[in-house]
């Protein structure tokens, strides 16, 4: 081969694999590193504090029961996390009607009384934007929004589900671009295909879309167990969790992690291989690759044994 692709990329939809130029390629794979550094050099409070299971499987169902793209949820998931962040922000520094100063904890329940209540449009409206975001995705209309939200047991008018819509775009900054773990693991795997042509790229990509979903929804527990094997510690302490998190939110850490998963499971032969590749392309370690795609095999598989 006469070129190699090193470190990272930019956001492009369908992307097809084994099509791509080298110097698209190259070009991806750098904006999309320096779009991840840049995000972990600018995370903010509660970053990662809504990735939690249940809102997540909800965004996936929703997208399934639509017919969407899985690219739809994952971008969604994103979406949710950028807006709620800086909403709970923006609504504590604000007491509601009738609340007093000296009393922060009774109108924090009437926040998120108030939040109860309007989560599930929240919820919508993110994944009405992130669709949005995919031209060549199923559009939704707003007849259909609301005969779908009827049906879950969610009653809302058409008017109301443009507001929220509406609300979440304009707390989003009108800002859509956002990091999508699911298109890390494509650029990552068009790559790899790219310097690895003996890699079964295609494949792979079906089942890192099942190792991705099952990462994802049990995000709290591997990252957790990931912590402990890092700092070697049963109960790690405040400071290291918070410092954590600009591994539980690497994108690229994520990617190539998923694809390591994968590969151990469809064609271990090529494991080492794949994993030293992965470790070319992003500079991660191979031994971070390595001890992530343990700890999420262990939850696989449903063991607490460290062998893998």
């Known amino acids: 081969m006469a070129k190699r692709i090193l470190c990272s990329p930019r ?56 017919g969407l793209d899985p690219l739809v949820g994952y971008h969604a998931v994103e979406l949710l996390q950028r807006f709620m962040a800086k909403h709970l922000l923006d609504l504590l520094a604000v007491p509601p009607e009738g609340a007093t100063a000296v009393e922060p904890t009774s109108y924090e329940d009437v926040i998120f009384d108030q939040l109860k209540d309007k989560f599930s449009l929240i919820i919508f409206a993110c994944v009405q934007l992130a669709n949005k975001q995919f031209l060549y995705s199923h559009m939704i209309d707003i007849n259909a929004a609301v005969r779908f939200l009827h049906s879950i047991g969610v009653s809302a008018s058409k008017q109301t589900v443009l507001e929220f819509e509406l609300m979440v775009f304009k707390g989003l900054e009108f800002n859509l671009t956002v990091l999508n773990p699911l298109t890390y693991v ?123």
């Open 11 to 66: 956001q492009i939809v369908g992307l097809k694999f084994r099509k791509t130029s080298f110097d698209i390629l190259n070009d991806l794979l750098v904006n999309f590193n320096k779009a991840n550094k840049y995000e972990l050099n600018n995370l903010g409070k509660g970053s990662g504090s809504f990735k939690q299971k249940k809102p997540i499987e909800y965004i996936f169902l929703i997208t399934q029961e639509l």
């Open 186 to 308: 494509e650029i990552l795997l068009e790559v790899l295909g790219h310097n690895e042509p003996s890699v079964p790229i295609e494949h792979l990509y079906q089942l890192c879309r099942h190792v991705l979903q099952f990462i994802t929804l049990q995000r709290t527990a591997i990252y957790d167990s990931l912590l402990r094997i890092t700092t070697q510690c049963a109960n790690p302490s405040r400071e290291q969790r918070e410092k954590f998190v600009t591994v539980t939110e690497d994108c690229m850490l994520l990617g190539v992690g998923v694809i390591a998963v994968a590969t151990f499971i469809f064609h271990f032969k090529k494991w080492k291989q794949v994993v030293g590749e992965l470790s070319h392309i992003t500079a991660i370690s191979r031994r971070s690759i390595t001890d992530f795609a343990r700890v999420a095999l262990m939850h696989i598989v449903g063991t607490s044994s460290s062998e893998v």
